[in-house]
């Protein structure tokens, strides 16, 4: 014989903390990738602070596609949350429509990326070209990967995932809004990396 | 379950509208900062001022921390404390590698050697010896 747990506070807040239990999850998550962030960009600042020389990522990389990037994330993280507000005003059609454009942004921005590293290879820029190229190989393609993760729990909660709406909306809603909050810290990281690496003057 | 009214989301879309726009002028900002000669330190200082407040204005609406639980709070205080040490601790041990007998994490004098100190000289070939 078998009985079913139902874990609790998965739709509604715990009394005590306000909150419902993926919320705390997803932010002890986002606390582990702040370390992890925090680790890297460290590293960049003693790896800098110690280099003789340090090269200027402008005459390296392309400034124009990197704004253009940094400009898809902001438009993503603004549809994102824009899917999350229309999920709490009942709309379902304006939500998958929202998440839908979240969806494209990213790949848009995946796009951009695999042609900068293109041609970056291309160029014979390597990670093993200099410090410089090695940091910023390391940092922006783990923060790919985060792009990559993004998508697939997004794509989930587009297409199959999306059932859920009609037996529990509210734990829907819920799921969206931790989505969301990944999301958001995807986009928190790479506005500060796009100065870090693209833009800040050499030495 | 929070009550969301129509009007009450109607409002948080335009405030993400609203920081969303703003986020942009910041990126739009932060490219034409980059371009005006200001040298590394200002340079540097200007782009990560700017970066911050983007990132504190996707974190405080969009990431909703600025109306967030105390337990949220908690645990990113948590997280910032921990950072901040860990960073710290690096930049300390990049003074000791530097030889800089100052600061908490102060050397014994004896185990400060400059680098040209350091390196043994090659002793010199004896007269006459065969080097292959």
Known sequence: MSAAIEIPYNSVERPDTGLYNAKLGIWLFLASEVMLFGALFSSYVLLRTGAETWEHGAEILSVPLGTINTLVLIASSVTMVFSYASLQAGNFARFRMFLGMTLVCAVIFMVIKGFEYKAKFEHGFLPSTSTYMALYFTMTALHALHVIGGVIVNGYLWGPGSKMWLTDPQRFTNRVEVAGLYWHFVDLVWIFLFPTLYLLPGK | ?132
């Open chain 2, 1 to 132: 379950m929070s009550a969301h009214t129509p009007e009450a989301v109607q409002k948080q879309v335009r405030i993400y509208r609203t920081v969303g726009a703003v986020l942009i002028v910041g990126t739009v900002i932060t490219v034409l900062a980059a371009n005006v000669h200001l040298g590394i330190i200002v340079g540097i200082i200007v782009a990560l001022i700017i970066a911050t407040v983007k990132g504190s204005l996707v974190a405080g609406y969009f990431m909703h921390l600025f109306s967030e639980k105390k337990l949220i709070y908690m645990v990113l205080a948590l997280t910032a404390a921990v950072v901040v040490v860990l960073a710290g601790l690096l930049v300390f041990s990049y003074g000791d590698q530097q030889g800089h007998r100052h600061g908490i994490f102060q050397m014994p004098e004896r185990h400060v050697q400059p680098h040209h100190e350091t390196a043994a000289p090659a002793p010199a070939p004896e007269k006459g010896s065969h080097v292959p």
